[in-house]
């Protein structure tokens, strides 16, 4: 009997003191969330829907530009003179421009003789163009293949240069920086960046440098991107959305408006002479490319962008890669918007107008807000908002203005408008890196000059998938797991749960959505996986 009493004291207990627990969890909740986190939650909606409207003008204006190009029949190049070269009976090959061609590149085993080879074929007088490779390679294995490559072209008359350096400082920008030393350069009028993936038709120079012969206004044109593995998998299909509406939207705007644009750091074509106006190539950010284009167009230069000439190149197809790349492509505009902001405002050499334009529409509200409203609306306040019913997204904020948004997208890839559903999601896990990468780069975090090179894949993957041995893909359960996505994931699931039991506005049917898109990229399971052998 004694026995049996001190059973039921002792649930009993528990049980009082589980109950006080929460209790006190419950009275310390309602002591901070009136005072605290209610106007502070208010706070945040505010800020979403200021930035929420930024973005839809800024979305809505392109899209009025655009229809009015479209409609008008004028494409940026129209604007300019454009007259094939043509060989002098009296000059010769002396009528053609010096063009130097650069391909920076770092191990990149499976990629480096199709752009060593496409860049070979170029056509364009021999005695008048330089190929000139910039091999970081670490790997010596891979510098040895890709100095072999190099002498095997050299061998059958292609003027190629293997240029190497002890170190690799400056990543990208060094070694195009370094490469721009070399004493046969001097000659050179106009210089072409392929990255290592990048493989230009044979009539990509007579396409683009006619217009810099011609317009000596013009300092870069810049040519389209064309991916040639945006069908490998959903993500790279995903890819190709957010990318083909930067090029038929973004770039093409910019270019027929203010002749700026930020330049892709890969199928150019610079003129030298304003490269080195404006300071050739820095490293101060992750993003050198951009950092030039910026400091040309302050010294007065224009930029042209080509819709019509397309470059065929790789899409990052592991998760891993794409997520380092995104990083990069996020952290370094905002960072050097932090560093150039006022070098923009101070310049004199160019309209009031366009540094409008460059400020707030080129950096603040594509390169920072679009990344930071995304994830802080659609995967913090919003769920926030189902906890916490005193505060409300209005409707319009919530879902009329993402779906303008994510129709006016669909513009550049209309192949996958069946997709917009996927994009959404996929976008929304990805706004999360991106916000964190924005915010390293605006405060200079620890990561802001990380720099990795995107992983490319190149026809290897197809080949080992082609082999005829059967291989058991085996891996580490942490090399596909990824924390952050998890936790964010959780977070969406907990809010949807709390919304189904005591909540009215139906978010769940999104935030369960939403969570299994953070689920699925949380455990890798998307892209290409390549196991580590």
């Known amino acids: 009997m004694g026995q049996l009493a001190a059973a039921t004291v002792l649930p009993n207990s528990a049980l009082r003191g589980t109950d006080d627990i929460a209790a006190q969890l419950s009275l310390l909740w309602g002591w901070i969330k009136a005072p605290l986190i209610v106007p502070f939650l208010n706070i945040a909606v505010f800020l979403c829907l200021i930035m929420s409207l930024m973005l839809l003008i800024e979305r809505v204006y392109m899209s009025i530009v655009i229809l009015l190009l479209k409609l008008s029949g004028r494409s940026p190049e129209t604007r300019y003179k454009f007259e094939p070269m043509k060989e002098d009976i009296e000059l010769g090959n002396s009528s053609y421009p010096m063009v130097l061609v650069q391909i920076p590149m770092f191990n990149e085993r499976e990629v480096y003789q199709l752009s060593i080879g496409a860049a070979c074929g170029l056509s364009w007088p021999s005695?008048?163009?330089?190929?000139?490779?910039?091999?970081?390679?670490?790997?010596?294995?891979?510098?040895?293949?890709?100095?072999?490559?190099?002498?095997?072209?050299?061998?059958?008359?292609?003027?190629?240069?293997?240029?190497?350096?002890?170190?690799?400082?400056?990543?990208?920008?060094?070694?195009?920086?370094?490469?721009?030393?070399?004493?046969?350069?001097?000659?050179?009028?106009?210089?072409?960046?392929?990255?290592?993936?990048?493989?230009?038709?044979?009539?990509?120079?007579?396409?683009?440098?006619?217009?810099?012969?011609?317009?000596?206004?013009?300092?870069?044109?810049?040519?389209?991107?064309?991916?040639?593995?945006?069908?490998?998998?959903?993500m790279t299909r995903l890819q190709e959305m957010s990318l083909d509406y930067h090029f038929t939207v973004e770039q093409e705007v910019g270019s027929s408006t203010y002749a700026f644009f930020g330049f892709n750091g890969t199928a150019g074509v610079w003129r030298i002479a304003a490269l080195n106006e404006a300071g050739g190539w820095k490293d101060r950010t992750t993003v050198e490319d951009m950092d030039l284009a910026v400091r040309a167009s302050l010294k007065g230069w224009k930029f042209l962008y080509l819709g019509t000439v397309k470059v065929k190149n790789e899409l990052p197809s592991t998760f891993?890669?794409?997520?380092?790349?995104?990083?990069?492509?996020?952290?370094?505009?905002?960072?050097?918007?932090?560093?150039?902001?006022?070098?923009?405002?101070?310049?004199?050499?160019?309209?009031?107008?366009?540094?409008?334009?460059?400020?707030?529409?080129?950096?603040?509200?594509?390169?920072?807000?679009?990344?930071?409203?995304?994830?802080?609306?659609?995967?913090?306040?919003?769920?926030?908002?189902?906890?916490?019913?005193?505060?409300?997204?209005?409707?319009?904020?919530?879902?009329?203005?993402?779906?303008?948004?994510?129709?006016?997208?669909?513009?550049?890839?209309?192949?996958?408008?069946?997709?917009?559903?996927?994009?959404?999601?996929?976008?929304?896990?990805?706004?999360?890196?991106?916000?964190?990468?924005?915010?390293?780069?605006?405060?200079?975090?620890?990561?802001v000059n990380e720099w990795i090179v995107t992983e490319k894949l190149g026809g290897a993957l197809k080949a080992k998938a082609a082999a005829k041995a059967p291989r058991i893909r085996r891996f580490f359960f942490g090399d596909r797991i990824y924390l952050l996505e998890l936790g964010v994931g959780a977070f969406l699931f907990s809010c949807g749960c709390y919304d189904v039991l005591f909540g009215n506005n139906h978010y769940f049917i999104y935030l369960f959505v939403q969570a299994l898109a953070f689920f699925v990229m949380g455990f890798g399971y998307v892209g290409i996986y390549v196991p580590h052998t």
């Not at 190929?131 to 510098?143: P, Y």
């Not at 916490?388 to 997208?409: D, H, S």
Request: glycine share 4%.
């Open 320 to 447: 891993k890669a794409y997520r380092y790349q995104q990083h990069r492509w996020s952290c370094g505009p905002a960072n050097l918007f932090r560093k150039m902001v006022m070098e923009i405002v101070r310049n004199k050499k160019v309209s009031l107008w366009k540094k409008v334009h460059v400020i707030y529409s080129f950096f603040f509200v594509r390169k920072i807000i679009a990344h930071i409203i995304t994830f802080v609306l659609y995967c913090v306040v919003l769920p926030a908002t189902v906890v916490i019913p005193e505060v409300q997204v209005p409707k319009w904020a919530a879902v009329y203005i993402p779906t303008v948004i994510t129709m006016l997208n669909a513009v550049g890839t209309p192949r996958s408008i069946h997709l917009l559903v996927f994009w959404i999601l996929f976008e929304n896990v990805m706004s999360l890196h991106r916000t964190m990468a924005t915010f390293i780069g605006l405060l200079e975090g620890v990561r």
């Open 127 to 234: 005695d008048r163009l330089i190929i000139q490779v910039l091999d970081d390679s670490t790997d010596l294995t891979i510098k040895d293949m890709v100095e072999l490559e190099c002498q095997r072209w050299a061998s059958k008359g292609i003027n190629i240069k293997y240029e190497v350096r002890d170190n690799r400082k400056g990543y990208k920008a060094g070694a195009l920086r370094e490469g721009m030393k070399r004493g046969y350069v001097k000659s050179c009028d106009f210089v072409v960046i392929f990255d290592a993936d990048f493989q230009p038709e044979s009539d990509f120079l007579t396409r683009t440098i006619p217009f810099l012969v011609h317009n000596p206004q013009l300092a870069l044109v810049q040519a389209r991107w064309e991916f040639v593995n945006a069908d490998e998998c959903l």
